[in-house]
């Protein structure tokens, strides 16, 4: 089997299984820093409130950026789901949230209630994505199985016909 001509002048299988694995890596790193984030404040919480000081308006809703101070140090984040998982209808500037943050790592916080940094909806939904994209990792890897031995078995073919002339 020569690459240049896989699958009959095509190489579409071999890019559908690198972009499913590029997907299923990506979203399966992305699950493991929701999770050690979550160990993070899990193992040295702090509660602590923040105030909402920038809305911006974006496709879909609001992205809101929390302020918050963690031992007479600022800190900002833009990656709460504070208008979802807060319970806030509608936070406008100068609303107050309740956060976690580590104590170790001040920089990695939660919305209190939460288990994880970016809600906890995310967790299903990077999971979903590791699952797809394996599921895509493998399809094409069989595609690619199939297409090799076929091409296999015709110049085994080909060759015996070949030879008994």
């Not at 809305?55 to 984040?77: D, E, H, I």
């Not at 994880?116 to 797809?132: C, F, H, K, Q, R």
Request: hydrophobic share 40%; proline share 5%; charged share 20%.
């Amino acid at each position: 089997m020569r690459w240049g001509v896989f699958g009959r002048g095509t190489r579409m299988p071999l890019a559908i299984a690198a972009g499913s694995l590029g997907v299923a890596v990506a979203g399966g790193c992305s699950l493991a820093g929701e999770i050690s984030d979550a160990r993070r404040i899990d193992a040295s919480p702090v509660r602590l409130h923040g105030v909402v000081d920038r809305v911006v308006p974006v496709k879909g809703g609001n992205t809101f950026r929390v302020s918050y101070l963690v031992g007479g140090q600022r800190f900002a984040t833009e990656d709460l789901p504070v208008g979802h998982g807060a319970g806030l209808a509608d936070p406008t500037v100068g609303t107050t949230v309740c956060l976690e943050a580590s104590t170790e790592h001040p920089e990695t916080v939660r919305l209190c209630g939460q288990r994880y940094p970016s809600g906890d909806d995310m967790i299903p939904t990077e999971g979903l994505i590791v699952v797809a994209g394996t599921a895509g990792t493998l399809m094409a890897a069989g595609w690619i199985l199939m297409v090799a031995r076929r091409e296999r078995r015709d110049n085994r073919r080909s060759g015996s016909a070949a030879h008994a002339t």
